[in-house]
């Protein structure tokens, strides 16, 4: 059976090795400021208690005044998973740090978050549109996005 | 001497039979082998994600059927136990064991079109595929007897499935699953040992175990590359606890083992759907839940192990009728992206085949 690990948890540990890095955590999350999250993920990755190898989602909610990237993470060692988040501000180009070099997997759905809710990833190797078209006008999974035009 | 060459691109699709749908593929070629390739997808796309929000939960249950069409069984059982979860909804037992027989049923035709269309790409035009299609079409017959429909069920419901099953139902399941292995038997007489399939699939575009994980590819393509994880055991959701399976690795990581794979997984779906049919409780199928859901503010992340792997549903709730965000995890799309590396060096002709044993349903790719 897969355990959850607790945000409450581990934001201790984190908050001791990157002060000042966390946002919020809960039992089921844990959110880190963005400017943080690669060095973050490369310690949930790297740390062989944690050992997270796996990332199995991707994918960004428009909570208005803030994008939420939520990323789902799993260790196939240990089988346990992690609700990672981060907030993006700013509605003309919200930028994310790119996590293509630590898992490949990383690679389409950062492109599917940048096509669909137009957050840009720094450090992806090919930033541009996955399912829409180059010419393509808006990010239709914003919520202030219209079909009408 | 040595001849100068010169590269050039070459599109694959978007509308090419060995496509299997409407997906392009540029390649760059040295002569026949390939240099770079670049999957194009979105032909398909129909932005089911954002018409969803606009929909209610009940509504978006056919919405699902959509995705991956030749699973449809298995997209509607992740987004019913997603919604079950937030809404915490229970199901009875009868309902789950109907759930676990038809996601396995499922999961063997969606397997059988795999390896038909697989055979297809190496070259066996016609009429291999014709025998997975006789088989697959007695599974569409028991679908259709249970929801009369053969392709987007809509079968599930929250809280259990739409209809009991038939009087007749459980008779034509055991003489299905009866017959089945020596179907499967047959199969393995025409083609696991066929020459032509060795020759040209053995070592052929080659997954190693590392890039398969960093690449967070699931199910067969995992499995393939030998990694043994499959969700319903890791993490078991409904009642697949219960039954007593085998998990098939292998580990060449070769289009024949993506194959193989999936051979043996379809042996392993008829004991589960064996074991099911002895246990099958008397009872409810159906625990009703609210007309007008309005699951409690939150969000879930529900996944089951679909034919082609990890399928998730993320659901965000804000207590309102209509799903705040609706995102899929589409095991298909995200297999796709190793496919880069697994085609570099090879001739253009194993692209086909390669990009055949990865058995990419592009509803679900581009959703």
Known sequence: MTVAISGEDLAVKLEAQFPASIVKSSPDSLTVKSEFLLQVAWHLKATPEL??????????????NYFELVYHLMSLEHNHILVLKTHCYGRDEPVAPSLVSLWQGADFQEREVYDLMGIRFDGHPNMKRLLLWDGFQGHPLRKDYSNDT | ????????????????????????????????????????????????????????????????????????????????????????????????????????????????????????????????????????????????????????????????????IPDEFLPALAKFVDRMPGFIDEYDQLLSENEIVLVRSKG????????????????????????KWDIRRADPYSIYNRFEFDIPICTGGDSYDRYWIRMKEMRQSIRIIKQAM??????????????????????????????????????????????????IRAPALINLTALRQMLIGWKLADAIIVFGSIDIVLGEVDR
């Open chain 2, 204 to 227: 052929v575009g080659i997954l190693p175990k590392d890039l398969a994980i960093n690449a967070s590819t699931s199910g067969p393509v995992l499995r393939a590359s030998g990694v």
């Open chain 2, 278 to 327: 002895e246990q099958l409780p008397k009872g409810k199928v159906l625990n009703k839940a609210p007309l007008r859901l309005r699951p409690p503010a939150g969000e879930v992340y529900t996944r089951i192990e679909s034919p082609r792997g990890e399928l998730g549903f993320y659901l965000v709730s804000d207590n309102s009728e209509r799903p705040y965000r609706f995102h």
């Open chain 2, 1 to 164: 001497m040595t001849l100068k060459t010169e590269h050039f691109a070459l599109n694959l699709g978007p509308v090419h039979p060995s496509t299997h749908g409407v997906f392009r593929l540029i390649a760059t070629l040295d002569g026949e082998v390939i240099v770079d390739i670049e999957p194009v997808v979105g032909y398909l796309h129909r932005g089911i994600e954002k018409l969803a929000e606009g929909r209610t939960y009940k509504e978006n249950i056919p919405f699902t059927d959509r995705l991956d069409y030749l699973a449809a069984m298995s997209n509607n059982l992740v987004y019913a136990m997603a919604v079950e979860k937030l809404a915490e909804i229970p199901v009875p037992e009868r309902a789950e064991y109907l759930r676990v027989i038809m996601a396995e049923l499922q999961r063997i035709a969606s397997h059988l079109v795999g390896i038909g269309a697989f055979i297809q790409d190496l070259g066996a035009f016609g009429t291999p595929i014709l025998y997975m299609w006789r088989e697959r079409e007695k599974i569409l017959d028991l679908f259709d007897m249970v929801c009369g429909q053969r392709l987007h069920y809509n079968y599930m419901r929250f809280g259990g499935v739409s209809h009991d």
């Open chain 1, 51 to 64: 050992g997270f190898d796996y990332l199995t989602s991707i994918t960004a909610v428009d909570y208005g």
